[in-house]
């Protein structure tokens, strides 16, 4: 147990760690002014403009098959359903609680919006000991929670703003942000390569692989799909490229953050953090996977627990997207209370998502 126990802290650590690391290196880069002040806003600006949009599309391009998404509705549709009852919930906590309207939005996205796209796939993959459903469930969800959180970031971070004559933002304004907005862009941008992708005529291929690495005898039949025209293997250049700008993009928006980062702001905002974290890291995993377990005990409507929980621990305890700040920032928000929330989620989940996977372990989940 002691043993289970100390491997699950190491997990979440390993986890987390890197993206707390990132921002402390930041940090140390502002401190010793190796680069000049307006450096770090012009790299949230790139990153929000340029890196997280084409590593969104590159994300959602590489999800095997739209009809993975049709297969697994029941589990899409509860995590829509979850991720929209917290988005109310919070936006009425914001509503009655927080008198800033700068704050209130980022308060809002930092109740919903966890860090799916970044560590999402990698967290349900270490959680998953192997085994590649969990992998695949987890880029399904991504396909549709991370267009979801976007466009619901976008209405969090415009529907408490003034504009410059004091008149409130139209349903027309915030309809032309979303359209506009680099990451809804290349959100969109990938579903529509990856439908096109679909459309293009394909074959299977029937796959042989070992069940059991001890056992040589263990074979496992399976098919594959194989399309005519990639990006990959037909414009492999460009995929590359792609890749490389996708790879940039979350440790640059962390190093960017640990660069903008203020101790000091912390003692001002501590009550608005609190808030956050609290949310984020215990409320909204409670909201999601509490009745997941229960619906799913009784009824086993969702499938395989080992499936369905990794992505959904996932999805639902990870810290607040590191996009918030970057988006907070170009949308007029407090993005110094946002990028204080990016850092004190991660640094809490780490302690967080280590007690989610030692109660489900204790629950017989794992």
């Known amino acids: ?16 760690l890197p993206i707390i690391l990132l921002i402390v290196i930041g940090y140390f880069l502002k401190r010793i002014h190796l680069l ?54 919070g936006l009425l906590g914001v509503i009655l609680f927080c008198r800033d309207s700068r704050q209130k939005g980022v308060i809002l996205q930092c109740v919903f919006r966890s860090n799916f796209a970044i560590i999402g796939v990698s967290l349900a993959e270490s959680l998953a000991n192997g085994s590649t459903e969990p992998v695949a469930l987890a880029a399904v969800i991504s396909a549709i929670s991370i267009p979801l959180f976007n466009v619901l970031a976008i209405l969090s971070l415009s529907i408490f703003i003034k504009n410059e004559d004091g008149s409130s933002v139209s349903a027309k304004e915030i309809l032309k ?21 679909q459309l293009i005529p394909s074959s299977t291929e029937i796959v042989y692989s070992l069940s059991d690495s001890s056992d040589p005898t263990s074979i496992v039949e399976s098919t594959k ?13 460009i995929y590359t490229t792609l890749q490389w700008i996708k790879n940039i993009a979350s440790p640059l928006a962390l190093i960017a953050l640990g660069g ?23 409320m909204v995993p409670l909201i999601g996977l509490i009745p997941l377990y229960f619906i799913n005990k009784q009824t086993g409507w969702f499938g395989d627990n080992i499936i369905i929980y990794p992505a959904l621990i996932a999805l639902f305890g990870t ?13 007029g928000n407090d993005d110094e209370l946002a990028g204080q929330l990016v850092v004190w989620t991660s640094i809490i989940s780490a302690f967080t998502l280590f007690i989610i996977v030692l109660v489900c372990r204790g629950v017989g989940i794992f």
Do not use: H
Not at 46 to 57: E, S, W
Not at 225 to 237: A, C, E, H, Q, S
Not at 263 to 276: E, M, N, P, T
């Open 36 to 89: 000049p002040d307006g450096f770090w806003k012009m790299a949230n600006r790139l990153c929000f403009r340029v890196a997280l949009p084409v590593m969104l599309f590159f994300n959602i391009y590489n999800v095997s098959s739209i009809k993975d998404i049709a297969e697994q509705w029941k589990i899409v549709l509860y995590a829509v359903i979850i991720i929209l009852l917290v988005f109310g919930l």
């Open 319 to 331: 810290p607040v997207a590191v996009s918030s700040a970057p988006m907070a920032a170009e949308m």
């Open 225 to 237: 799909t194989v399309y005519k025209f990639t990006i990959k293997d037909n414009l492999p250049f």
């Open 260 to 282: 903008d980062f203020v101790f000091s702001a912390v003692s001002r905002l501590k009550w608005q953090i609190i808030a956050g974290v609290v949310a984020r890291t215990i």
């Open 177 to 197: 942000k979303i359209v506009t907005n680099p990451l809804i862009i290349g959100v969109f941008s990938g579903i529509v390569v990856l439908a096109i992708r």
């Open 1 to 16: 147990m002691i043993l289970g126990a100390l491997s699950d802290l190491e997990f979440t650590c390993n986890a987390v």
